[in-house]
């Protein structure tokens, strides 16, 4: 892995670097996950085999540092990002978020700007409130989540089958994974749903196959976003079907 200095964290942003052509694929991870850890299969995969793809672990979680001054909102997170491409990337790149990380590739589209060739989402964060895992996370404080209540979740987690979440969740920071819970649940003006349909560049949602019906995302399509079904997957897709996943992101970023 690579480390990068993020001046606006004092902190090391850790992130693997898969050497190959063409604009840059950026991975940007959701709550309590790490792109270290859901993406290797995926960029394995032939439909992105020989793509330049960066797989990022947001700070507080996998691999990069846990400052704990940082605010680890979903605008701080995206300021971060910013910073370090600004610094690895030249030209263009395309972006891929999922789930939290979707609301923070929203974000961070809007402050790239022209730099973004393509933006591709998969069942992202769009309006305040947060999801049933963040919902529960915020409903403590940040001091009895970390106390107690970030290792209930874990077990949780692990009991309830779903051991890779469990196990990135397990090394994520109690406190980030609560502040980003809250930003999340606080959400932002203009929403990210407002935001999304404000960008110029091609955009695309993927949605899992058993995630539908997913009202949620209803409407996205008149605010000239495309939407694709991933095949045999739930809202975990690079875990339930990373080669589904390669193609739909591969396929909406030409």
Not at 103 to 111: D, H, P
Not at 135 to 147: L, P, T, W
Not at 149 to 165: F, K, P, S
Request: contains cysteine; aromatic residues 6%.
């Amino acid at each position: 892995m690579k480390a990068f200095w993020a001046k606006m964290a004092s902190a090391n942003i850790l992130y693997q670097d898969i050497p190959g052509a063409g604009t840059p694929l950026v991975f940007i991870h959701g709550l309590g996950c790490a792109s270290s850890c859901d993406y290797p299969r995926v960029v394995a995969d032939t439909a992105l085999a020989g793509r330049r793809a960066i797989l990022v672990d947001l700070l507080g979680s996998g691999f990069s540092e846990r400052p704990a001054e940082f605010c680890y909102s979903i605008e701080g997170h995206a300021r971060s990002m910013a910073e370090l491409i600004g610094s690895v990337c030249e030209g263009p790149v395309s972006l891929f978020g999922h789930s939290m990380g979707g609301a923070v590739a929203i974000t961070l589209a809007a402050l790239l700007g022209a730099r973004v060739e393509a933006l591709v989402l998969g069942e992202p964060n769009l309006e305040p409130g947060g999801g049933v895992f963040s919902r529960a996370i915020a409903d403590m404080s940040e001091g009895e989540f970390v106390a107690h209540g970030h290792a209930e979740t874990v077990a949780a987690a692990r009991a309830a089958g779903n051991t890779v979440w469990a196990a990135s969740l397990a090394i994520s920071a109690p406190f980030a994974v609560h502040r980003e819970a809250a930003s999340l649940i606080a959400g932002c003006q203009p929403t990210w749903r407002e935001m999304l349909g404000d960008l110029p560049m091609p955009k695309t949602l993927l949605v899992g196959e058993r995630s539908l019906p997913a009202p949620e995302f209803d409407g996205l399509a008149d605010q000239g976003c495309g939407v694709a079904i991933v095949p045999q997957a739930g809202h975990s897709m690079a875990w339930d079907n990373p080669g589904g996943l390669a193609e739909a992101i591969g396929k909406a970023t030409g």
